[in-house]
């Protein structure tokens, strides 16, 4: 097959898998027919079958592109300073689950439907371990954790289920991260030397007042970007 043939082929699919989301969401996971799924998508119904032998196996296939796990940005994970870039994990991941509360919901319909499991709901494993031996590595971790406790502990606390009890509060997408930053103060430290162009007094999470006037800890979090 051509690499345009091939780009032909993958957009197809994704054309179709992105109709049986808004269907899903419109109507239910239950709520339409894959003749209804190809005028959704605009193409043959023959079409969709060449993609998808059934509609179980649409909704498999659209469970699993939901449920695709949080990849950072490797910039964030690559920064000189790891409390920096668990700062910044933080908030991107408040804001990635903020993006995708009604495709997360949609999820659980779907894998109920399925009988899958809902992996990836939360940041990628390798990513988050990386993470968390730089921390260790820089001295920036408590020493009571070791770095398979102290990854897990964030896979927990990072999850689309951690986020959502805490938003049922209900708190702002905002006020959840700053709770994060106050669990996080448990496995974070201030310890080890200081990394080029860091801010040794920030390195811990430190309490500061929100523009809505509620208090927010956040790790550096929010301390170390504000000095850019």
Partial sequence: ???????????????????????????????????????????????????????????????????????????????????????????AVCRHWAEHE????????????TGGDQAGEGIDEKQLRKLVESLAAAGQMRAHWTVDEAS????????YATYERLR??????????????????????RGGAAAPNSAPASAVPNSATTSAGTQNSAPEIRSVASQG
């Fill in 1 to 91: 097959m051509s690499p345009t043939r091939r780009e032909l082929v993958r957009a197809t699919r994704t054309r179709i898998v992105d109709a049986a989301g808004r269907l899903t969401r419109e109507r239910g996971a239950g709520g339409f027919s894959m003749d209804v799924l190809a005028k959704e998508a605009g193409v043959a119904r023959a079409t969709v079958y060449e993609h998808f032998r059934s509609k179980r196996a649409v909704l498999d296939e659209l469970a699993s592109s939901i449920a695709r796990s949080v990849t950072m940005d490797d910039s964030r994970t690559a920064t000189s300073d790891p409390l920096v870039a668990l700062r910044d994990i933080l908030g």
């Fill in 102 to 113: 009604e495709r997360m919901n949609g999820l659980r319909t779907l894998t109920a439907l």
């Fill in 152 to 159: 897990d502990a964030l896979g927990a606390l990072t999850s």
């Fill in 168 to 189: 049922r509060a209900p708190r702002t997408p905002e006020q959840v991260e700053g709770v994060l930053a106050k669990l996080v103060v448990s496995i974070v430290s």
